[in-house]
């Protein structure tokens, strides 16, 4: 169990195996962790959730902040940070 707050912001990342848009926006947030402090990022495999796969589809990746849709395919990095100033 990790030591987080419970109402600290989550980020979670909906992928696929193989999904080279998934990992462009993985490597992305990475290299914007190193510019602004981000939340864990969770990565869930919309395959191995049957809501999710219905939800998605092909529609991958999408990034989440606590559930609410930030982007999709592409990370919008504007949008993510003006999402977690503190206010």
């Known amino acids: 169990m990790s030591g987080a707050r419970p109402?600290?912001?989550r980020l979670t990342v909906l992928s696929r195996d193989g999904c080279e848009l998934c990992e462009e926006l993985l490597e992305e947030l990475a290299q914007l962790g190193t510019?602004?402090?981000l939340p864990p990022i969770q990565v869930r495999d919309v395959d191995a959730d049957a809501l999710l796969a219905r939800r998605y589809g092909l529609d991958?990746?999408?990034?989440?902040l606590d559930g609410v849709k930030v982007c999709q395919?592409?990370?919008?990095?504007?949008?993510?940070?003006?999402?977690l100033r503190p206010r």
């Open 7 to 9: 109402d600290a912001p």
């Open 73 to 83: 395919h592409h990370l919008d990095p504007h949008e993510l940070t003006r999402l």
């Open 60 to 64: 991958v990746p999408v990034l989440l």
């Open 35 to 37: 510019t602004i402090d």
